[in-house]
């Protein structure tokens, strides 16, 4: 069994920025996709952006591109969130994932593919 844990979410200006952390722990840190999700209230949960075990690929929704950035520690057992610029429409609980097999869609895209999910951690953009 895994154990995600997300934390960094907060309250923010529009404009400002935020660092989302996703702790793993239960069994060794090795995974072929990390994703982040997110979903506010009333709204299916959406995809954000996705990274490979080596780094060495990542992929971001397009509402999201040039502001966010995703990297991993895999020593660390640590996937991370750069979020610059945000917006307001950028609130919603932001949601790390876990897929530990191969994922064949481009960018493991979609959340019925993530095998271990975080709680959650609450982000909030004022205008």
């Known amino acids: 069994q895994v154990q995600l844990v997300e934390s960094g979410g907060g309250l923010v200006q529009a404009g400002g920025s935020l660092r989302l952390s996703c702790a793993a722990s239960g069994r060794t840190f090795s995974s072929y996709y990390m994703g982040w999700f997110r979903q506010a209230p009333g709204k299916v949960r959406e995809f954000v952006g996705s990274?490979?075990?080596?780094?060495?690929?990542?992929y971001y929704a397009d509402s999201v591109k040039g502001r966010f950035t995703i990297s991993r520690d895999n020593a660390r057992n640590t996937v991370y969130l750069q979020m610059n610029s945000l917006k307001p429409e950028d609130t919603a609980v932001y949601y790390c994932?876990?897929?530990?097999?191969?994922?064949?869609?481009?960018?493991?895209?979609?959340?019925?593919?993530?095998?271990?999910w975080g709680q959650g951690t609450q982000v909030t953009v004022s205008s």
């Open positions: 994932a876990d897929r530990v097999s191969y994922c064949s869609l481009y960018g493991c895209s979609e959340p019925r593919l993530y095998d271990y």
């Open positions: 990274i490979t075990w080596s780094g060495g690929s990542k």
